[in-house]
Nanobody
């Protein structure tokens, strides 16, 4: 069964950078938009960024615009989230997820497959 596997989380100081990767194990990975969500302790899961099938269109959450960059390499079945200028408010568990929508969407219920998550901690 196809899976999504996140990696790259860790602990950094404010202003630092991290790169997260989402590896898809199925042959159809390239057929779906993939998005990143995050969830801080005690808060709802929040949309971060999403990319369409070909990597031509990227959607960002308002809080990460200008700081995060989402890209994909379908030859490697990978979606990458480059996170710069990290802030304590970026702390949380980051998940990648697959949607059957034509384009990435901020609506959490549109996603039918999720990874296990990777922890990102930003200290001040």
């Amino acid at each position: 069964q196809a899976q999504l596997i996140e990696s790259g989380g860790g602990s950094v100081q404010a202003g630092g950078s991290l790169t997260l990767s989402c590896l898809g194990t199925g042959r159809t990975f390239r057929s779906y938009p993939i998005s990143w969500f995050r969830q801080a302790a005690g808060k709802e899961r929040e949309f971060v960024a999403g990319i369409d099938r070909n990597g031509d269109n990227v959607l960002y959450g308002d809080s990460v615009k200008g700081r995060f960059t989402c890209s994909r390499d379908n030859a490697k079945n990978t979606v990458t989230l480059q996170m710069n200028s990290l802030e304590p408010g970026d702390t949380g568990v980051y998940y990648c997820a697959r949607t059957r929508s034509w384009y990435p969407t901020k609506t959490r219920d549109a996603y039918d497959q999720w990874g296990q998550g990777t922890q990102v901690t930003v200290s001040s």
